[in-house]
């Protein structure tokens, strides 16, 4: 079977992501902390765990920007179908 776009199974793609993500994260956590004697890779390493660490707040934070925006914004379509905001 020829490979098409619509073949892709986004779910498990980004699954595939998370578990890659949190394996790379696990094992720079070990080299951090087996670098000790190399400073130049320490840095390296504590950099590439700052920027995975900042991606999952970012992640964190958008789910729950979106936790809040989605009931507000079915409240302000309540809202309207019901004629208490002007259209």
């Keep these: 079977m020829a490979w098409s776009f619509t ?23 070990v080299l951090k902390a087996s670098a000790d004697f190399f400073g130049p890779l320490k840095a390296t390493v504590s950099g590439l765990l700052f ?3 900042t991606y ?4 964190l934070t958008e789910l729950m920007m979106h936790a809040y925006i989605n009931p507000l914004s079915e409240n302000v379509c309540e809202s309207r179908r019901d004629g208490w905001v002007d259209k």
Excluded: P, Q, T, W
């Design 7 to 29: 073949a892709l199974n986004f779910d498990s793609v980004r699954e595939d992501a998370r578990v890659a993500l949190n394996g790379l994260y696990e094992l720079l956590k």
């Design 56 to 59: 999952k707040v970012c992640g």
């Design 51 to 53: 920027c995975i660490d």
